[in-house]
C-alpha cells in the first residue's frame, strides 16, 4: 500500500516538474523575442523618474525606438534581457507551481458548478498567493531587470555592467533594503494583477468546456491574452508606481519618501496620464505572457 502512495507520490513530482519546466523555457522564448518591446515600455514609464537618462526625454514609443537604437545600438533594445530572463525562468516555474498548489488548497473538493461562487473566488485567492509567493523569491531579480532597462547615462553609458555587478552595487550602497525597494508596492500591483487575471483566466478556461484539454491552442491564447490586457490595464498605476521607487535606491537624493509620497507627486506633477505612460507598450508585451500561458497548457495535454 505505501508503495503504491510512494509511486504516485513520485508522479505528481515528476508531473509538476515538466509543467514547470515547460513553463519556464516557454517564458524564455517569448521573453527574448519580445526583449525591445518591455524596455521602451520601461523607458517610458520611468523617463521622468531617471536623472540618467538619455539627453531628451521620449515624446512617444516610436521616437524613444528611434533615439535608443541611434544612441546605443540596436543590441541595446535587449539591454536587461539576461536579468529578465534569470527572473522569469524561475517565476513562471515558481508561479505555476504555487498557483496550483493553493488551487488544491483552497478548491479541493469544490464542484464548480453547484458552488461558481466559491470556485470564482478560489481561483482570485490561489492567483494572488501564487504571485505574492512568488514574488517574496524572485523580487531582487525583478529590480535589476528594472534599474539595467533604463540604465543610460547623458553621456550614453551605463552605470552597471550587468545584473551581478547591478546587485553588488545597489547592495552595497543600501544593503538588503535597497534590493526590496518598492517591494510592499510591488506586492499590491502582483497581488491584485495575479489575481485579476487567474480570477477570468481559470474561471472561464475550466467552466467553458468539461474538458479543458480540449481547449485549442488559439482558444487559450486569446482567453489568455484578454485576460492579460483587462488585468493590465487595471493595475498599471500600480506598477508604475512601484517601478518608480525601484529606481530610488542607491541615488544620494531620493524624489520620492515612499509609496503614498510617489502616488502624490506623480498625480501633482503628471497628471493621470504619470500613471499610465509606456500602458500602450505595455499591452503589446503582454503577448509574451499570453503566449508562455498557452504554450504551458499546450504541453501539458502531451505529458
Not at 505505501?2 to 516538474?17: E, G, N, P
Not at 551581478?164 to 510592499?184: E, P, Q, T
Request: glycine fraction near 8%.
Amino acid at each position: 500500500m505505501s508503495s503504491i502512495a510512494s509511486t504516485s507520490h513520485s508522479s505528481d513530482w515528476r508531473h509538476l516538474a515538466k509543467g514547470c519546466t515547460a513553463g519556464g523555457a516557454a517564458a524564455v522564448i517569448s521573453k527574448t523575442a519580445l526583449a525591445p518591446v518591455d524596455r521602451l515600455k520601461l523607458v517610458l514609464q520611468l523617463q521622468n523618474a531617471q536623472v540618467y537618462l538619455a539627453k531628451q526625454k521620449y515624446s512617444g514609443l516610436v521616437d524613444c525606438l528611434v533615439k535608443i537604437k541611434s544612441e546605443q545600438g540596436i543590441l541595446s533594445l535587449w539591454r536587461g534581457n539576461s536579468a529578465s530572463i534569470a527572473r522569469c525562468f524561475p517565476s513562471y516555474a515558481l508561479n505555476f507551481a504555487f498557483r496550483d498548489y493553493f488551487r488544491l488548497l483552497f478548491l479541493g473538493g469544490v464542484d464548480k458548478k453547484k458552488e461558481h461562487g466559491r470556485f470564482v473566488l478560489g481561483n482570485i485567492a490561489a492567483g494572488g498567493a501564487g504571485g505574492a509567493t512568488t514574488l517574496c523569491i524572485c523580487y531582487p531579480l525583478d529590480f535589476a531587470r528594472t534599474r539595467l532597462a533604463v540604465d543610460s547615462k547623458k553621456d550614453g553609458s551605463q552605470r552597471f555592467k550587468g545584473m551581478n555587478d547591478c546587485l553588488k552595487k545597489i547592495y552595497s550602497k543600501d544593503g538588503i533594503r535597497g534590493l526590496y525597494r518598492g517591494f510592499v508596492v510591488s506586492l499590491q500591483f502582483i497581488v491584485v494583477s495575479r489575481a485579476v487575471f487567474f480570477g477570468l483566466f481559470d474561471t472561464i478556461r475550466l467552466t467553458a468546456v468539461d474538458d479543458s484539454k480540449k481547449l485549442s491552442f488559439f482558444s487559450l491564447w486569446c482567453l489568455a491574452q484578454t485576460c492579460i490586457v483587462t488585468s493590465s490595464i487595471m493595475c498599471y498605476p500600480l506598477d508604475t508606481v512601484r517601478r518608480r521607487l525601484m529606481m530610488e535606491s542607491g541615488k544620494k537624493e531620493k524624489l520620492y519618501s515612499g509609496s503614498i509620497d510617489c502616488w502624490q507627486k506623480i498625480m501633482r506633477q503628471e497628471g493621470m496620464n504619470g500613471f499610465f505612460r509606456g500602458a500602450m507598450t505595455n499591452s503589446l508585451k503582454t503577448t509574451s505572457g499570453a503566449l508562455v500561458l498557452a504554450i504551458y497548457y499546450e504541453v501539458l495535454k502531451y505529458i
